[in-house]
């Protein structure tokens, strides 16, 4: 594709096309422009609602203003409510700390995936009522 058919695709998908695209070289634009649409905006096994929940705790994590910013207003866009993201962020923020613990301690990885596997197994058989 051309950078104006490029152009009129995104235009017509968004109203008007954001200078980070426009700022795109020729050589890579139509790659990332497909990319886009793919990942961001066609359906997928996981709904559009989740991925975007999932693009607000990233964000919130990497502490990214552009992707907080576009990925808390297209949750919105895929019916997120205020407390689903408030929600996100703190899975977010209570993952990455407790990924900060246990990395920066450096548990016994091998003792660690043993015991997360021996809880799996727990919760299983309580869900299963054998427990």
């Known amino acids: 594709m051309t950078r104006n058919e490029v152009y009129k695709e995104v235009e017509g998908m968004f109203g008007v096309v954001p200078s980070f695209i426009k700022a795109v070289p020729d050589s890579s634009l ?14 997928g096994p996981i709904p559009n609602k989740y991925r975007e929940l999932i693009g607000v705790a990233i964000s919130a994590v990497t502490k990214c203003q ?4 576009f990925h808390t207003e297209a949750a919105k866009l ?3 409510t205020k407390e689903e993201i408030e929600d996100a962020v703190r ?3 209570s993952s990455a700390g407790w990924s900060a613990w246990l990395n920066g301690l ?3 990885l ?3 995936r043993s ?4 809880v799996c197994d727990h919760v299983r058989a309580v869900q299963a009522g054998t427990k």
């Open 30 to 43: 139509e790659m990332e422009w497909q990319l886009i649409k793919r990942v961001q905006f066609e359906d």
């Open 66 to 69: 552009y992707c907080a910013f």
């Open 78 to 80: 895929n019916g997120a």
């Open 91 to 93: 899975y977010a923020k």
């Open 106 to 108: 450096q548990f016994d």
């Open 110 to 112: 091998g003792q660690f």
């Open 115 to 118: 015991e997360v596997l021996q």
